[in-house]
């Protein structure tokens, strides 16, 4: 690299010149903190303040990873007993706090799958993924050295039992898992989960359980009665921590009784006296993540759980209820997907939007200038022109109220041939042309 030679030139400011400066760049920044962030598939919920705190606790803060078990007891306790929550909440035997994403987690779940078909002497090669699951679901079975293949929905967006007994039977014994979101990214909970598990039980395959949308069903049921053998989970969707910017995260992954001996190590164990890590474990698949994951991200859960106690079954009430309020509110005037009762998410269809001139990615632009953040678009693949929306358990009605108003004004604007092509207006950026940065990353050319 070549060094410079001339003198960098910085003009000299005061220091509250300075901190505008930087608090003008935080500005052109959308959060959640800004606005309302409906964003269907990642469960962008409100962070409780009092999380910060307690992750900032110096015992936590500038607590060396490395340090004795008896010299981090408060910290070993914390994590021993969040796994309880988990164990709880997820139905599950037993649960690793190691993986630091909700992929990393489906990742270490299906290593799990890989060494239990190892252990008793088994080649299963195959998964079964259906197309309304978890979008990295195929990505983390095939990293894992799985081959995929698709289970279709049915007309209900649900997976389509008579297609997969047809996958059983044609693949047989060959068939290690099958990898389910529940509810799914129709945000529809799938009732026909307690024959699925049981038809892949009897071909003595596995159930994976990706937990993206458990935000939905905590306190009213749990991926251990719907008969999930794997799960994973998402602290930054389920349990408020930090979300967005590339971390971090955490995705820990509870098991059934069968599967336990299988889990990442260290183990953290309570001989009455003291908190443990324990390598012991010769089944084990390993370690999956340095240390023992995002601890930081566990405290924040950790503070979550313990601060709502059994009101987080309140949380996927409300989450719930909010979600088929707007979608009430919204059907005369946008085609919704699946025109039933949904769970945390609905998916509106804008096929007939863009035989006006109008495509999804257009109203999600348009949304930028009312100062609310786009849904999510064109996903799940299976509908089109989708644009599914989750708002969450945490907005009031009042912020509700004025997405709808804003969504019925965009549908009104369509039909008046208004031009969507300039949206938006009122950001720092204006309208990118994706093409264009997709395929030129330096834009200063």
Do not use: W
Not at 89 to 98: R, V, W, Y
Not at 248 to 267: M, Y
């Amino acid at each position: 690299m070549d060094k410079r030679t001339s003198e960098l030139k910085i003009k000299d400011v005061t220091e509250l010149e300075l901190m505008r400066h930087y608090k003008a760049l935080s500005d052109k920044n959308f959060c959640i903190e800004k606005g309302f962030y409906p964003l269907g598939s990642c469960t962008m919920k409100y962070n409780p303040r009092i999380n910060e705190y307690i992750a900032n606790l110096e015992g936590f803060k500038n607590l060396h990873p490395n340090q004795d078990d008896e010299d981090c007891q408060g910290a070993l306790e914390l994590m021993y007993k969040l796994e309880n929550f988990l164990k709880i909440i997820t139905g599950m035997d037993a649960i690793t706090l190691q993986p630091c994403a909700g992929a990393h987690g489906e990742f270490c779940g299906m290593m799990i799958i890989k060494k239990y078909f190892e252990a008793v002497k088994e080649k299963r090669t195959k998964v079964i993924i259906p197309d309304n699951a978890h979008g990295t679901n195929p990505a983390s079975a095939h990293m894992c050295g799985f081959d995929i293949i698709e289970v279709k929905s049915n007309s209900l967006g649900l997976v389509d039992i008579e297609e997969l007994k047809k996958l059983i039977n044609e693949h047989g014994a060959d068939i290690a898992a099958i990898m389910m979101t529940n509810p799914n990214t129709l945000g529809l909970f799938d009732e026909g989960i307690v024959e699925i598990s049981d038809i892949m039980h009897k071909n003595g395959s596995l159930l994976y359980y990706d937990g993206a949308n458990f935000n939905a069903i905590m306190g009213y049921t749990n991926p251990k009665l719907m008969g999930f053998d794997v799960v994973h989970v998402n602290l930054h969707k389920t349990f408020s921590t930090p979300h967005g910017g590339g971390g971090p995260g955490a995705g820990p992954v509870g098991v059934v009784e069968k599967l336990k001996n299988f889990l990442p190590v260290p183990r953290i164990v309570y001989d009455g006296k003291m908190y443990k890590r324990e390598y012991d474990y010769p089944e084990s698949i390993g370690k999956v993540s340095a240390f023992f994951g995002n601890f930081s991200v566990l405290v924040k859960a950790y503070s979550y759980i313990y601060m709502m106690g059994k009101s987080l079954k309140n949380v996927s009430q409300d989450a719930v209820l909010n979600a088929n309020y707007i979608k009430s509110e919204l059907k005369d005037y946008y085609k919704m997907a699946f025109n039933r009762h949904c769970m945390h998410e609905f998916v509106i269809d804008n096929s007939d939007k863009k035989e006006q001139g109008v495509s999804t990615l257009d109203i999600a632009k348009r949304l930028m200038d009312e100062n609310i953040h786009p849904a999510t678009i064109y996903f799940p693949l299976i509908v089109h022109e989708a644009f599914m929306v989750e708002p969450t358990e945490s907005e009031t009605k009042q912020v509700l109220d004025n997405f709808i108003d804003t969504m019925i004004k965009i549908a009104h604007e369509i039909d008046n041939k208004e031009d969507f092509h300039t949206y938006p207006k009122t950001t720092p950026a204006g309208r990118v042309d994706e093409v264009r940065a997709a395929r030129q990353l330096d834009l200063r050319e």
